[in-house]
Every structure is written in C-alpha cells, then in structure tokens.
C-alpha cells in the first residue's frame, strides 16, 4: 500500500514535507531562498545534463562556481553560455579529470592556491561504461570515476571546507549524487578491489555498485565529521531518471524503446536537478548529514549500512595511502 501511495506521488508530483516533489523544478526550489552572500560551490559533471542545469542555477543564485572540466574548451562554452544568462555570475574553469588521480591531486593543488573559499562541494560527475575500460591507473573506469575519484576530490578539499566553516560561521555541504539504482547493487559482491579490477564486467553492476558506494561514503563521513564536531553536512541524493549524457555509451534500440515507452515517468533535466539543489541551499536542512534524499524529500535507503560503510572507507583510505604515498606531500590523504 505504502509502495502505490509513493508511486502515485511521483506521477502526480504531489509535494511531500518539504513543499516539494518529483515535478519541482531546480529554479522553483531556490526560488524565494534568501542566500548569504560569496558562497562558493565546486560542482562535478557540470558542463552537461543535470550537472549543467545544476550549475547554471546556483550561478544565476549567485554562488560563485568552481566548474572542473576534462575538456576546458567545452568548460568555457559551458562558462559563456551562462553568462549570458546571469552577466554577474563568477564562474572558474579548471580542468579535471576524475578517472585519473594525477588529475585530481593537479586540480586540488591549483584550485587551492587560488585562496578561494569552499561552501559547497557537489559530487555529480557520473561515466556509465557499456564496456569494461581501464584508467591509466588500472581500475575499472565507471568504479574509479564515480567512486574512487569523488572520495579522493572530498578528502583533499576537506581542510579548505573546514577553515571556510570556521572563517564564516556557515555550515558547509558536500552532496554526493547516487541512483536509485544502488539498490540493485549485491552485497556479496561488494569489495573494493574486485570493483576496481572488474575481472568479470558487468556494466550494470559496475554502475550500481559505485552509486551505493556513493551512499556509503556520505554515511561514513557524515559520522566522522559529527565527531569531530566539523561544521559540514553530507549527503546522498537520488536525482531522478533523467535521459541525460550518462546513457550515451548504453544507447540503442532496446534502450531507445524503454525511453520511449517511459517518457511519462521520466523527469526534465531541471526537475533532476532540483534535489540536488534544494540539499545544497535549503535552510531546512542545517545539521541534517548521512541522510539519503529522493524529489526533494530524505527518504529511507534500504539496509543498514554503518558497518559496511566503515569497511569501504578503511579500505579506500588505505588503497589511497598505499597508491599515492610517492606522489603526494604528507598528509594531504588524513
């Protein structure tokens, strides 16, 4: 019964407790939002898609956008597109590439000796493999991209988050972009290093298995930082089905057909990014951390995963001690 009420809901878009609901929009959830002034937000994945109509509302907002981009031609087309939208928005292009972790540390260092503040880090960046592809670093593309590379971005930027909490007395917020699709994730075949070595791919499961491990990171940092009493707040958010650039490796007829027969149910691009945006900026949300949010609203997610949470984070950050302990200056990885 309670499976049919929630099904109703999303087709109908009724709004649930927070005001809002699968047909919200990103512009009517920061619409009438009085924001504090020189925030800065560093989103992924945001040169397309919900990542692009993320961006583009924040900038018209006001937030100050950090834009990582693989490609920086595009990034900056991204960047003029915007502008002439909202003339006052400040937006950086850096160029990043998070399947590779020589990328990521480059990008880190340079972002940071600009001296800019960091409010709001937003982990959307998404890649779908239909085949089994390595990065230069040897894991299995989609698990390195959507994961790996999101975990190392957040630990290193951690410090500068941290000192701009304490600078402005504002809460920071980190915003890790999972999928409903977690669900489909098996936890017998959850371990770290078959993920990242992928010896029989599955894309798929590939996918599935890095958007729960997108919840349990939130998890496990949002417990880490309430004990250490940090102002910043973590948490997961399923956008919605979405036909956006991450199906572009999976398309074809069959897909194409799916699409088509589902149009109905699935949500604009402004409507995806509508729960991601309402996490980043709402004040009804201060304090709230390790939460997992779908249309707007924190929702329950299946399981419970605090021991398996510690388990992947232990293992990653070991992973990561071990890997880029030559190429890193001390402490950078805590």
């Known amino acids: 019964m309670y499976c049919m009420k929630e099904v109703i809901r999303y087709l109908m878009g009724w709004p649930g407790p ?8 990103a512009e009517q959830v920061t619409q009438h939002l009085s924001l504090p002034s020189n925030l800065t937000a560093l989103i992924t ?20 956008i950090i834009l990582p981009a693989r490609d920086v031609k595009r990034g900056n087309e991204v960047r003029e597109r915007i502008l002439r939208q909202s003339p006052a928005a400040e937006i950086y292009v850096l160029e990043l590439d998070l399947s590779s972790l020589s990328s990521i540390l480059c990008f880190c260092s340079y972002f940071l000796s600009l001296g800019l503040p960091l409010n709001i880090l937003i982990n959307n960046a998404g890649k779908f493999s ?36 304490k600078e402005t007395g504002r809460q920071g917020r980190i915003i890790n972009v999972s999928s409903m699709i977690h669900k489909w994730a098996n936890r017998e075949e959850f371990h770290l290093y078959d993920m990242l070595k992928s010896k029989d791919y599955n894309a798929t499961r590939a996918y599935a298995q890095s958007k729960l491990a997108n919840i349990l990171h939130a998890k496990e940092i949002a417990k880490q930082l309430k004990e ?20 572009r490796d999976h398309k074809g007829f069959v897909t194409d ?73 001390h402490g950078i990885i805590t």
């Open 228 to 247: 250490k009493r940090v102002e910043i707040t973590i948490n997961a958010v399923h956008p919605g089905i979405v036909k956006t650039g991450i199906i």
């Open 257 to 329: 057909c799916i699409f088509f027969i589902a149009s109905r149910l699935l949500k604009s691009t402004s409507q995806g990014a509508a729960t991601t945006c309402y996490v980043a900026l709402s004040p009804k949300l201060e304090g709230i951390s390790g939460k997992y949010f779908e249309d707007c609203n924190e929702c329950s997610c299946r399981g419970d995963y605090d021991r398996m949470a510690r388990v992947l984070w232990e293992e990653t950050h070991a992973l990561l001690q071990r890997k880029l302990r030559s190429r890193m200056k």
């Open 18 to 25: 927070s005001g809002f609901g699968s047909a919200s929009t």
């Open 45 to 64: 994945g945001g040169t397309s898609g919900i990542g692009f109509e993320t961006t583009r509302v924040l900038a018209k907002r006001g937030v100050r």
């Open 130 to 165: 239909r085949k089994l592809q390595l990065t230069e670093d040897k894991y299995e593309l989609t698990f390195a991209t959507n994961y790996l590379g999101h975990f190392v971005l957040t630990e290193v930027l951690l410090p500068k988050m941290k000192e701009t909490a």
